[in-house]
């Protein structure tokens, strides 16, 4: 499928969602929006760069005249306005606004870029893009998912490596081990590493530790979180997000039943992901394992978050959200025991919910690796 048609077909369903939402023009800046509907992703500039999306007639981008040259506009699609560095790019935005009542503006947008816009309108309603940029975006189609499995082959041959103890980790630092991972990611293909979390011991406690000098001991836990985004053939980037826990030593009785119990919590999340279910239910049927087992108050965060061309976006598996489960959402199922000042487990895995069921996009071993 072309770039162009891969392209148009977004902003059609970009422009079906405008007038369900009765949003008249759409402005797109920095964020994933952009390159989700123009394959272009703007650099995040003192420089402004936006995306007019009218309801009707063209789409046209403004852009520095600088980085015009970086752009390669898909015929048909969007046509380029190139501004000069003495140019007012706010009132160019302004000047295709025409008689719009309400215009929806991206999540990702600086403040004083939007404020500017504010200031210079009337008669203006401005609205949150997420109305109509997410809809399309959380369901993803047939290609978007192969996408998104590619990634997470790629960090699944990470973890298998993590797992063999082909990766070395004992005597090396966080920081180090994080190091690493961040290169086999891109080595496995990915453009971006997104992050690389590794927490030894006690710092596994800490969901989204940062990196850092302690070393890495004999006996004892090591989580490690890893992502990238790797590009798809029209370079627009899709993310990968996984999550496995390997034990330097032999692990304790007490560690091995907090991580049977977090195993079988993950399972059961997996699981309940069919389509037509809220998604506050998934979250609740693992939390419920981890709670009845006694660890309910170390489970501290929700379930999961959606993926695509966003680590995090929707939807959102949390205890609240009664959206049901379609068929294209992608999410992760992660459920986490942390138990402060001594150790913390998390099991992640990237689920497309599926017409026959849900689909783990990434299938590397779930079990704790124990290495020693």
Not at 9 to 36: K, N, W
Not at 200 to 214: F, I, L, M
Not at 316 to 326: A, S, T
Not at 332 to 361: C, H, M, N, Q, T
Request: proline content about 6%.
């Amino acid at each position: 499928m072309s770039a162009e048609s891969v392209f148009a077909a977004r902003i059609a369903r970009a422009r079906a969602q405008m007038a369900e939402t009765g949003v008249d023009v759409l402005l797109l800046s920095v964020g994933a929006d952009l390159p989700y509907l123009t394959g272009y992703e703007a650099m995040p500039l003192e420089r402004l760069t936006m995306l007019v999306l009218p309801a009707d007639g063209p789409a046209e981008m403004i852009i520095p005249g600088l980085e015009a040259p970086r752009v390669a506009a898909a015929d048909g699609v969007f046509d380029l306005v190139p501004w000069g560095e003495t140019d007012d790019p706010i009132q160019l935005t302004i000047d295709r606004l025409g008689s719009a009542s309400t215009v929806a503006i991206g999540e990702k947008t600086w403040a004083t870029f939007l404020v500017d816009l504010v200031n210079r309108t009337s008669g203006v309603t401005f609205a949150n893009a997420g109305a109509v940029m997410t809809p399309p975006r959380s369901v993803k189609d047939a290609v978007e998912v192969e996408n998104l499995r590619r990634a997470s082959q790629a960090v699944d041959r990470i973890a298998v490596r993590l797992q063999a103890g082909e990766i070395d980790m004992v005597g090396r630092t966080e920081a180090q081990l994080s190091a690493e991972l961040g290169r086999q990611i891109v080595a496995e293909g990915h453009q971006k590493v997104n992050f690389a979390i590794v927490a030894a011991g006690e710092n596994a406690a800490s969901p989204h530790h940062h990196p850092g000098d302690r070393v890495i001991q004999e006996n004892e836990v090591v989580l490690c979180d890893w992502g990238g985004t790797m590009n798809d053939e029209n370079g627009v980037g899709y993310c990968s997000d996984i999550t496995r826990c390997v034990y330097t030593g032999e692990p304790p009785a007490e560690f091995v039943e907090l991580y049977d119990v977090l195993f079988e919590a993950q399972a059961a999340s997996v699981a309940a992901a069919v389509v037509g279910t809220p998604l506050e239910e998934i979250d609740r049927v693992g939390r419920l394992i981890i709670t009845e087992a006694g660890y309910g108050e170390y489970f501290i965060h929700r379930t999961g978050h959606g993926i695509g061309v966003e680590a995090h976006e929707n939807p959102y598996i949390v205890e609240g959200n009664r959206q049901p489960l379609e068929v294209g959402h992608a999410f992760s199922v992660e459920p986490g025991i942390y138990v402060p000042g001594k150790w913390g487990a998390r099991l992640e895995d990237i689920v497309v919910a599926g017409a026959d069921g849900p689909d783990p996009l990434n299938t590397v071993d779930h079990h704790l690796a124990v290495l020693g």
